[in-house]
């Protein structure tokens, strides 16, 4: 190698370690390292870019899970896959129960002849036992008509959130919010639901369904009404492809999704 490649090599070395030394003091400063090792740190400050007031420092663990699919039990002697009763037994023994921990459910709760058949009761009710805090719907909850998902939505312990979604049934506008406010340890972590802003590509919705596809316009009038209410830290709880949750996170601010 000669003396001015070596140089050069050098050069991009040293320039590299102060980019990742920059990026490390950044994420350890701001709190997302906790959220990418397990938690989200909180202290005195916080992803809203002002002063935390919560008494609260510490770590808030989020959990969460979609897709059950209507597997609220075993299908077979050996199956290990995502039925509810086995997240649910996870999650408590990671503490969801706990204070300072929320176990979120990211969409489709149920799928198939069975939803259809019971209108999602018996997996609502298994989600609620799990001790689900808050879920956003998926696209499976509209296979059916609007008042196949109603049915079960109004019977859910925790809140259903979907920022992108309206109903002309005023009940079902009233049950499914465009956000929530949940307490973890004094930290108020808001919560706002997006669902796949390609839905209608998915599945055939009924008239009395209003999708706004507009997911980064949205988000930001969530983000807003969140901050005005007190929120220490947000969280977008979605239901959609990976290419528009980064694009989501990069066109709203102050957001752990």
């Excluded at 699919?69 to 990671?94: K, Q, V």
């Excluded at 939803?115 to 999602?120: D, I, L, P, Q």
Aim: negative net charge.
């Amino acid at each position: 190698m000669q003396r001015s490649s070596a140089i050069k090599y050098i050069q991009v070395i040293i320039l590299t370690i102060t980019v990742i030394a920059i990026l490390l003091t950044v994420v350890l400063s701001t709190g997302i390292g906790g959220g990418i090792w397990g938690g989200i740190s909180t202290g005195n400050s916080t992803d809203l870019g002002h002063q935390n007031d919560s008494p609260y420092s510490g770590t808030i663990r989020i959990l969460t899970t979609p897709d059950i699919h209507s597997h609220i039990s075993a299908m077979s002697d050996t199956d290990t896959g995502t039925r509810i009763g086995r997240i649910g037994a996870l999650a408590d023994s990671l503490g969801e129960e706990n204070d300072t921990t929320l176990y979120l459910f990211a969409g489709d709760l149920g799928e198939g002849s069975f939803y259809h058949r019971f209108a999602g009761i018996p997996e609502v009710t298994s989600c609620s036992m799990a001790g689900v805090d808050a879920a956003v719907p998926g696209n499976h909850a509209f296979d059916f008509s609007t008042g196949h998902f109603k049915e079960w939505a109004t019977n859910a312990s925790y809140p259903i959130i979907c920022a992108n979604l309206d109903f002309t049934d005023p009940a079902l506008n009233d049950t499914v919010k465009d956000y929530t406010i949940l307490d973890a340890g004094g930290v108020k972590v808001g919560i706002f639901g997006i669902i796949t802003p390609q839905l209608e590509q998915i599945v055939t919705l009924d008239n009395d369904v209003i999708l706004y596809e507009n997911t980064a316009e949205i988000g930001n009038a969530a983000v807003k009404s969140l901050k005005e209410e007190g929120a220490d830290i947000i969280i977008a709880l979605t239901h959609q492809d990976r290419e528009d949750d980064v694009e989501l996170a990069e066109s709203v601010p102050y957001v752990i999704g």
